[in-house]
């Protein structure tokens, strides 16, 4: 009777181990969560009321609202550059703003700049530069100054004022601000050749090159974020946007054989004023014709 009681005591001790290490392994175990619970990628409904520069977006065209679709999309779910976007666009288009309304632009086209450069310092692999991406032919056409060391696709109030003469002139020969911001991507020629050979004259109708496609509604999408940001997912605080330091400026009509030392004048470095003045390309400024220069110089 004692050995059948021991042996009882023995198995059930053995048992409650047995029963104790696989408690504690599967404690160990970390838990394994499907993606959808802590995730979700919706779908999103199209405004009825998309338009750029007051012309309407035929929306209810299966063709067009797929392609305004795949912008906001690709816009929208593209969080890190989507929401570096919106911090500059409050950093540039309080500068924009004034220059457009001044030369009779839209303001709708500070979209425009934003799809074109990102509002950064860049040149496009096919030579495109400044904050409206001028090629430099262009530029030189419409008066800009270029060359080794000025370029002034990269003076933010000069550039402007050409984009919107450029933009002026073809809305005047199509017609319409939309077909003029698909011109200034392919061009007044192969969009007037294009609605020609396929008898349309809306952009909508017409059937264009791949990045031609997308370019506007690439526009739209970003107007349409940028300004309902909280809709789309995007949340943040006033502090975090990004601003433009305030500056003064000094006028120079001779020659600069070093802007660094220039700069230090000014109680600036180097660095911080070419921030401010992207259009100097190289540490010096030839000036040969005396020309009137204004230089932005940061208050410290």
Not at 16 to 33: A, Q
Not at 131 to 159: A, C, P
Not at 252 to 257: E, G, H, K, L, Y
Request: no cysteine.
């Amino acid at each position: 009777m004692n050995k059948s009681i021991r042996f009882l005591s023995i198995l059930t001790i053995v048992f409650v181990g047995i029963l104790f290490t696989n408690t504690i392994s599967k404690s160990n175990e970390p838990t394994i969560k499907n993606v959808a619970e802590s995730y979700e990628v919706k779908a999103l409904k199209l405004p009825n009321d998309l338009n750029l520069a007051g012309e309407r977006v035929p929306i209810e065209k299966p063709d067009i609202r797929e392609r305004m679709d795949r912008e906001l999309l690709v816009n929208t779910y593209w969080q890190s550059n989507g929401l570096l976007l919106i911090k500059r666009a409050n950093k540039y288009f309080p500068i924009l703003e004034p220059l457009l309304e001044k030369y009779g632009l839209p303001d709708d086209f500070k979209f425009l700049a934003l799809a074109e450069s990102g509002f950064i310092d860049e040149t496009s692999h096919v030579g495109a530069a400044g904050m409206w991406h001028f090629m430099k032919q262009t530029g030189k056409e419409y008066g800009l100054e270029i060359n080794s060391n000025v370029d002034e696709r990269y003076h933010i109030e000069k550039s402007t004022k050409v984009a919107a003469e450029y933009l002026k002139k073809s809305k005047e020969r199509f017609g319409s601000w939309t077909l003029a911001a698909a011109a200034y991507n392919a061009g007044n020629y192969g969009i007037s050749k294009r609605l020609d050979a396929q008898g349309v004259t809306s952009y909508y109708d017409a059937l264009l090159p791949d990045e031609t496609e997308r370019y506007v509604f690439r526009i739209l999408a970003l107007k349409e974020i940028i300004s309902n940001p909280k809709e789309y997912g995007f949340v943040f605080d006033q502090e975090d946007l990004y601003t433009l330091p305030e500056t003064y400026t000094v006028k120079v009509d001779t020659a600069i054989n070093n802007i660094a030392l220039f700069a230090k004048k000014f109680g600036v470095t180097y660095k911080e004023l070419k921030l401010h003045n992207s259009w100097l390309r190289e540490n010096k400024l030839n000036n040969r014709s005396r020309k009137l220069y204004e230089i932005k110089i940061p208050v410290k």
